[in-house]
């Protein structure tokens, strides 16, 4: 196996070249072009259309009788734009909505495809041998002249999309902009339709047509979450497209008799979980870790804020455990985390089991119970609640109000200086 | 100055229907240049229709509107448009300025490339709306009211004389409200003509010189002293029509055409 594998990423064998570096444009041009079908909120149309280009391929076969990638291109694109329209005039003709509508081309389409698939292998030709990888894809299946006619073609798509790139984030963004601008709206989407096609006929060489939208669109949907900008998400949807072509080839080498669609659908999923879990911001780690972080947020805030009332209500300056817990009822391991960390920090000090607050313990803590005050009196005067209904709302919100939420509150309610409780509410002067 | 001459929009016999169903029935009236106009009227009286179909987004079943005595692909230049703010997903990865910059486009120019000029009107645009230090935050992590005031610094770098808002109050803040309203006095002391969707009676009157009180047909288009008459107003909010409802009903459903051809054969005399 490691035999193998080193052979392969050598690249010594010009065919392993030709075929890796083909299938790698293919699976780049299909993650760019997918970029906007993602964007659109077309990934479905994808998927029906990628289904729909079979028969397109099958008649081209019957037809021509060689398989020739020109005009199973031309199959294919006719049998894709056919299966677009058809989508586009149910949906304008008829009392049928967009998600029956695909649904009824994708099954029908490969349906008939599937039913020509058969009767050519019933004919028995010979050279019909290798159709079936139209299914689920076979990356080293393909001839070298199949390889250098796709990957021009990939080429070409990703030139068209970098030469377009404006007027199509345009139209992806604001259709109805674009439109009043008087550019030619309808002309933009005939060729983003047209590159989608193009970029489905291509990417099924590896792929097959049962599992062609994940390569168009799952680069795309794992790239989105790493970057706000248009231009980087589509260089690693690109990237990840390129990954997942070069193990379609990897394993069409070395497994010839496997098909190599579900290995890439498999290397991209990898891909879109990841992004899923790991995206900065958006993923399910930062937010997990958020969440996380506002507790600790919420116990420190809350052991700050005892400490201060009970300075308030006259306390010593030092306070045992036990005067804190007959205070507030704290969980004692959340206790004692929130204040070790409160002494890590410089808010507290300790001595035989005695604590005080610091001067910036002082602060943060007459910070919380101004906040919680002032929401109350916020609560009170602008959402006419009544006192015995407050305090709980206040308990959460002291946590999240911002300092400029605070200078709007204290601009707005004309610094009140008591609460509805009438407690004093403490500024710092 | 003629009458002609002092026309922004003329719309002439506008007949627009909505999944068949006609929403605005042979509208019919003139507006002036250099003012602020509502348009105004109940909800689903057709006020995005009409400001669709003066836009070219939809196709009337009868009639035509003329921009500054042409038709609309004459004058595109001159015209902008603001969408209603819900109309786009602002989760798209883009940030404020590639949005404004999006003003900057003009139609037979699809391969533009954007130019310094572009950036300093569009720098500009966003100055005007105070949006300036926000140019390279995401749009997906701005307020509604933040939102829409990119969207009208995207129309001001379009740098037209006629400006056409969907609803461009709807979802903002006091604050935002109070500036987006200087900047359209500052444009109408400009000379700009602006004319707006606005569902919102109590402020129509205070915010607007000119109104076309809307609902599905015209009740009333004039200055706004003329139009704000108890009569009319009720007129335009009293209900529907029931008989024209039905018409339209059965318009939609028993596939009528709504004009018979050799009606349209005569629209451009």
Redesign the interface.
């Known amino acids: 196996m490691l035999e193998t594998a080193f052979e392969f990423f050598s690249f010594t064998e010009p065919n392993v070249r030709t075929v890796t570096l083909g299938t790698v444009l293919l699976g780049i041009g299909a993650a760019v072009v997918g970029s906007f079908t993602y964007?659109r909120?077309r990934a479905l149309v994808g998927d029906a259309v990628s289904h729909a280009i079979l028969p397109g391929v099958a008649l081209a076969f019957m037809i021509t009788g060689e398989r020739e990638p020109l005009y199973l291109l031309v199959g294919a694109l006719l049998a894709g734009w056919i299966s677009l329209l058809s989508i586009d005039g149910i949906v304008n003709y008829s009392k049928l909505k967009t998600d029956t509508a695909i649904a009824l081309i994708l099954s029908v389409f490969f349906g008939f495809g599937i039913l020509l698939l058969t009767a050519i292998q019933q004919q028995g030709t010979g050279t019909q041998a290798g159709l079936d990888s139209f299914l689920f894809g076979k990356a080293a299946g393909m001839t070298t002249k199949e390889v250098h006619f796709f990957g021009w073609v990939s080429a070409a798509l990703i030139g068209i999309v970098v030469?377009?790139f404006?007027?199509f984030?345009?139209v992806?963004?604001?259709r109805?902009?674009?439109?009043?601008?008087?550019?030619?709206v309808r002309f933009?989407e005939f060729i983003m339709a047209t590159i989608t096609v193009l970029a489905i006929t291509t990417g099924i060489q590896a792929v097959g047509v049962v599992l062609m939208a994940a390569l168009l669109i799952t680069p795309a949907a794992a790239a989105?979450p790493f970057?706000?900008?248009?231009e980087w998400?589509i260089v690693i949807a690109a990237a990840i497209g390129a990954v997942g072509g070069l193990v379609g080839s990897f394993v069409s080498y070395t497994h010839p008799q496997m098909p190599t669609g579900p290995w890439i659908v498999v290397v991209l999923s990898v891909f879109a979980v990841g992004s899923l879990l790991f995206a900065p911001n958006r993923g399910v780690v930062a937010s997990i870790r958020r969440r996380y972080q506002n507790q600790r947020k919420i116990r420190t805030e809350n052991l700050l804020k005892a400490f201060y009332q009970l300075y308030e209500s006259g306390a010593t300056s030092a306070i045992t455990k036990e005067t804190l817990q007959a205070h507030r009822n704290f969980q004692s391991r959340e206790r004692a985390k929130g204040l070790k960390e409160l002494l890590q920090r410089g808010c507290l000090t300790k001595e035989s089991h005695q604590y005080a607050l610091t001067e910036k313990g002082l602060e943060e803590g007459k910070r919380i119970v101004r906040l919680h005050r002032l929401w109350e009196v916020y609560l009170t005067e602008r959402m006419r609640m009544q006192a015995d209904h407050i305090h709980p709302q206040a308990e959460t919100m002291e946590h999240i109000i911002t300092p400029e939420i605070e200078a709007q509150l204290i601009k707005e309610l004309n610094t009140p200086q008591k609460d509805p409780h009438n407690s004093d509410i403490p500024y710092t002067q | 100055m003629s009458e002609q001459e002092n026309t922004s929009i003329e719309v002439h016999n506008l007949t627009v229907s909505y999944h068949r169903k006609p929403v605005l029935w042979d509208i019919d009236f003139q507006l002036p240049k250099g003012k602020l106009i509502g348009i105004v009227g109940p909800n689903g009286s057709g006020k995005t229709t009409m400001l669709k179909t003066i836009m070219g987004l939809m196709k009337p079943d009868s009639g035509y509107v003329d921009i500054f005595g042409q038709p609309l692909d004459k004058v595109r230049e001159r015209v902008s448009y603001v969408p209603q703010r819900e109309s786009v997903d602002w989760d798209f990865p883009a940030d404020v300025m590639d949005v404004v910059l999006m003003g900057r486009y003009r139609k037979d120019n699809i391969f533009k490339r954007i130019s310094k000029e572009d950036k300093k009107i569009a720098t500009e645009a966003l100055q005007r709306v105070n949006m300036l230090e926000f140019a390279h935050r995401q749009i997906s992590q701005l307020s509604g009211g933040q939102q829409q005031r990119v969207f009208i610094a995207r129309s001001l770098a379009q740098q037209a004389d006629l400006y056409l808002m969907d609803e461009p109050f709807v979802g903002v803040d006091a604050a935002t409200e109070e500036s987006i309203l200087r900047l359209l006095s500052d444009m109408r002391e400009n000379g700009k003509t602006v004319i707006i969707v606005h569902h919102d009676l109590q402020t129509a009157y205070e915010y607007f010189d000119h109104i076309v009180l809307l609902n599905t047909r015209l009740v009333a288009c004039g200055p706004k002293e003329k139009v704000f008459t108890k009569e009319l107003l009720q007129e335009a909010y009293g209900g529907k029509l029931t008989v024209l409802s039905k018409i339209g009903d059965l318009i939609a459903k028993e596939v009528f055409p709504v004009r018979e051809p050799e009606y349209k054969e005569d629209k451009k005399l």
């Open positions: 964007l909120k030469l377009f404006n007027v984030r345009l992806s963004f604001n109805e902009f674009a439109i009043s601008l008087g550019l030619p933009i989105r970057t706000n900008r248009l998400m």
